[in-house]
């Protein structure tokens, strides 16, 4: 069982970031634009099932005043729209001019961990489907994804702050017959002593996401073992097809 993921995101997950506002002592907002893999990791054995994976957003949103290291926003509260595409907060010097962190539209939290969630089951020797009808007969397996937690912050100092982001999940994986599987996954990063920077929240989110990546196939692998075993597993990566 491998330690690392397969898969880093190229240059950075978060490579093509865009600025709506300067990032230096302010509140600018801040819009990040994910960078996918082209092709999902293939693990060498198949299982001949096929998944069909569903995400919620489930995280809690809470109004300012309040800490920034859970989901926030200022103001009224967004629209739903809104709040699927927001990831993070920001603050300026001594802790004034609150500013959300968003995701580049189309772009959404569910729509992230779903593309993870995928790559993770593909890995683990499932077949995706793109529909619950695609399958012949329905997929041998449904998998709900809930996300409680996807959210970048910052902890302002001196001259200096800490940039930290959290990604988890809690996935139910629910065959045709039968009682669910249940698995959790979580990915969490902190720089300290960095700047209030784009590179800053890009390498947090970045981090936090190879992360949550990984402990997610993990998973994934251990059910897929669990479901049927992998005989080749002793020949290495270039055994079987």
Same mark, same amino acid.
């Given at each position: 069982?491998r330690?690392k993921?397969?898969?880093?995101f190229p240059?950075?997950?978060v ?6 506002a300067?990032c230096?002592?302010g509140?600018g907002a801040m819009?990040l634009?994910p960078?996918y @893999?082209?092709?999902?990791?293939? $693990?060498?054995?198949k299982?001949?099932k096929t998944v069909?994976?569903k995400?919620t957003d489930? $995280?809690?949103?809470?109004a300012q005043? &309040?800490?920034?290291s859970? @989901? ?9 729209g809104?709040l699927? $595409?927001t990831?993070g907060a920001?603050s300026g010097?001594? &802790?004034?001019?609150?500013?959300t962190? #968003?995701?580049?539209d189309?772009? #959404?939290?569910?729509?992230i961990?779903?593309?993870?969630a995928?790559?993770s089951?593909?890995?683990? =020797?499932f077949? !995706?489907? &793109?529909?619950?009808?695609e399958?012949?007969g329905?997929?041998d397996y449904?998998?709900e !994804?809930s996300?409680p =937690? ?5 902890t302002?100092g001196?001259?200096t702050?800490?940039v ?5 999940a809690?996935?139910?994986?629910q @065959?045709k017959?039968g009682a669910?599987?249940t ?5 969490y990063?902190?720089d300290v002593?960095v &700047? ?12 936090a996401?190879?992360?949550?990546l990984?402990d997610l196939?993990?998973g994934?692998?251990?059910?897929a073992d669990s479901i049927?075993p992998d005989?080749?597993?002793d020949?290495?990566? =270039?055994?079987g #097809?």
């Open positions: 069982m330690k993921s397969r898969w880093t240059a950075s997950l490579a093509a970031a865009l600025l709506s300067a230096g002592g509140g819009t634009k960078n @893999p082209d092709e999902p990791a293939q $693990r060498h054995h299982i001949g069909f994976v995400v489930a $995280r809690e949103f809470s005043p &309040g800490p920034i859970v @989901p926030t926003y200022a103001g009224q509260k967004p629209p739903d809104e699927a $595409r990831i920001r010097e001594g &802790g004034k001019n609150f500013s962190i #968003t995701l580049a189309p772009e #959404t939290v569910k729509s961990v779903k593309q993870l995928e790559i089951f593909e890995f683990a =020797g077949k !995706v489907v &793109g529909t619950a009808e399958a012949e329905g997929p449904v998998a !994804v996300v =937690g996807f959210w970048v912050w910052m302002p001196g001259l702050i800490a930290n982001s959290n990604v988890e809690e996935v139910s994986l @065959p017959d669910p599987v698995l959790s996954a979580r990915g990063h902190e002593d &700047g209030n920077s784009i590179d800053s929240y890009d390498l947090a989110l970045n981090e996401l190879n992360n949550f990984v196939e993990k994934c692998l251990e059910v049927s005989e080749d597993e020949e290495g990566e =270039g055994g #097809t």
